[in-house]
Nanobody, 123 residues
Framework: QVQLMESGGGFVQPGGSLRLSCAAS????????MAWYRQVPWKQRELVAS???????NYADSLKGRFTISRDNAKNTVYLQMNSLIPEDTAVYYC?????????????????WGQGTQVTVSS
C-alpha cells in the first residue's frame, strides 16, 4: 500500500520557522504533482503550495514569500519550509501526491493523502 508520512509539525512562536517533510512509500512508479494543504476546523481544506516533477511551483497568493515548497524525487519526498509564521498559520497540514503505484488495484495516477501534522503558532 502507498503511504504518505508527514513530519516536522509542532509548536512555534510567532516569527519562527518550521520545516515539514512528507515521504511517500510503497510500490510507487512515478509521482506527478506533490502538494501541501492545510485545514482549520471551521474552514475548507486549502491549498498551500504545489510542485511538479520538474520543479515548477505554485503558491497560495497569501503565502508567497514566507513559504517554500521543494521536493527530492529520488526520495519521493516533498518539503515545506515555513518562515515568519503567524498565528493564522495554525492548522493541520496535509501532504498530497498524485502518483502511479503498483499492486493497489487502482489504475493510472491517483491522489493520496497523508494523515496530517499539526502546526500551532502562538506566543
Amino acid at each position: 500500500q502507498v503511504q504518505l508520512m508527514e513530519s516536522g509539525g509542532g509548536f512555534v512562536q510567532p516569527g519562527g520557522s518550521l520545516r515539514l517533510s512528507c515521504a511517500a512509500s510503497g510500490r510507487i512508479g512515478h509521482i506527478n504533482l506533490m502538494a501541501w494543504y492545510r485545514q482549520v476546523p471551521w474552514k475548507q481544506r486549502e491549498l498551500v503550495a504545489s510542485i511538479e516533477t520538474g520543479g515548477r511551483t505554485n503558491y497560495a497568493d497569501s503565502l508567497k514569500g514566507r513559504f517554500t515548497i521543494s521536493r527530492d524525487n529520488a526520495k519521493n519526498t516533498v518539503y515545506l519550509q515555513m518562515n515568519s509564521l503567524i498565528p493564522e498559520d495554525t492548522a493541520v497540514y496535509y501532504c498530497n501526491a498524485d502518483l502511479l503505484a503498483y499492486g493497489t488495484g487502482r489504475i493510472g495516477y491517483n491522489g493520496y493523502w497523508g494523515q496530517g501534522t499539526q502546526v500551532t503558532v502562538s506566543s
